[in-house]
């Protein structure tokens, strides 16, 4: 049990479809974040919650919509997206912005078809 | 632009030999340096860190090097152990407004042969 629980493992969703990905951490700390991992790429910043305000969007197109309803717990709400945007989806938290060590959820694997 | 390289992407070592994974850096504000590690289907882990104070850090089996006017990082880890097959992640973090922010390389596949 890492702490940062990601739900779920697996998923595969028409390029129609409307899904959500749920992040939540027990850990207590106070900054959340999701990554994407594609195939040969480094780790990509998707968007960061620092005391559930989002403070980082990085160039994600508006397809990804990231919701921090509270501390412990971080959505990404996936609408009409594309092949390309099959990849890990990673959540991380951290006991505060300027803090390293995350910790890392075990993602979900995002297939589009 | 990718600021941290990875430039070998696996590696393959002898049970018991060192395994030594490298990391090059371009970005001269980043002031942190992480490895992580990931086996499959799980998150990243982290590992050991090193601030860009000291050039040298140790834990255990695993020690990370850092050169800063070469702008490269090294995890050696002796003796390296067949449960050490996985990716292994540099990381850096810049100081400033953006001190939050972890830059990844792309990971080396680091593969312990019994």
């Known amino acids: 049990e890492t702490g940062v629980t990601q739900t779920p493992r697996h998923l595969v969703m028409g390029m129609t479809n409307k899904k959500s990905l749920k992040c939540e951490q027990h850990?207590?700390?106070?900054?959340m974040y999701w990554y994407k991992q594609s195939a040969k790429k480094p780790l990509e910043l998707m968007f960061v919650?620092?005391?559930?305000?989002?403070?980082e969007n990085n160039s994600v197109p508006s397809r990804f919509s990231p919701e921090c309803p509270n501390s412990s717990h971080l959505f990404l709400h996936l609408h009409t997206l594309q092949p390309e945007d099959s990849a890990l989806y990673l959540c991380?938290?951290?006991?505060?912005?300027?803090?390293?060590?995350?910790?890392f959820g075990s993602g979900t694997r995002l297939t589009v078809v | 632009d990718q600021q941290v390289k990875q430039n070998s992407p696996s590696l393959s070592v002898q049970e018991g030999r060192i395994s030594i994974l490298n990391c090059d850096y371009t970005?001269?504000?980043?002031?942190?340096f992480l490895w992580y590690k990931k086996y499959p289907a799980e998150g990243p882990t982290f590992l050991i860190s090193?601030?860009?104070?000291?050039d040298k850090n140790e834990d255990g089996r695993f020690t990370v090097f850092l050169n800063k006017s070469a702008k490269h990082l090294s995890l050696h880890i002796v003796p390296s152990q067949p449960g050490d097959s996985a990716v292994y992640f540099c990381?850096?973090?810049?100081?400033?407004?953006?001190?939050?922010?972890?830059?990844f390389g792309k990971g080396t596949l680091l593969t312990v042969n019994p």
């Open positions: 991380a938290s951290s006991q505060d912005r300027g803090r390293v060590g995350y910790t």
């Open positions: 850990l207590g700390h106070n900054a």
């Open positions: 919650y620092s005391l559930e305000e989002r403070v």
């Open positions: 970005n001269s504000m980043f002031d942190y």
């Open positions: 090193i601030s860009s104070i000291k």
């Open positions: 990381a850096a973090k810049g100081s400033g407004g953006s001190n939050y922010k972890l830059t």
